[in-house]
């Protein structure tokens, strides 16, 4: 099983600690299960003497469960920009390497075509794309 943060830093969990990690949660699961069914039937004396049931904070309950609701929505936002960041450096990154065949004086008529300072006759170069003006069909 990997589990992994950030998209350079992977690590694998042994069967092992997988296993001990599923029993620990089963046991803590167990044990709050337990300890909410006898906080939730306990009597106790109120202030006037009177044994009076435990009445459970369902409000609190619920802001609670709100409030780890929104923790994952925001973590799931914040994996989701991690992986559009990615995609985007990855684009660019395949850019720059189809661009990388280009000499220095190539991309500065590339510059000046999209600025229009070759003449009015540039800014058309330009919006039809540098490569499709330039490319030439071997025959």
């Avoid at 202030?47 to 609701?69: D, I, R």
């Avoid at 925001?74 to 995609?87: G, Q, S």
Wanted: net charge positive.
């Amino acid at each position: 099983m990997s589990a992994g943060g950030d998209s350079g830093s992977e690590y694998k969990l042994s069967k092992w600690a997988v296993l001990f990690f599923a029993a620990l949660m089963l046991g803590t699961g167990t044990c709050n299960t337990i300890a909410t069914k006898f906080q939730d039937t306990i009597e106790s004396a109120g202030s006037n003497g009177q044994k009076k049931a435990f009445n459970h904070p369902g409000f609190q309950t619920l802001t609670m469960f709100m409030g780890e609701v929104l923790c994952l929505l925001a973590y799931y936002t914040m994996e989701f920009y991690k992986k559009y960041k990615a995609r985007k450096a990855e684009q660019a990154q395949r850019a720059s390497k189809s661009m990388g065949s280009l000499n220095s004086d190539d991309q500065l008529d590339i510059d000046r075509l999209e600025r229009g300072a070759l003449g009015p006759a540039s800014s058309t170069v330009a919006k039809k794309g540098y490569d499709e003006i330039t490319s030439v069909p071997v025959k």
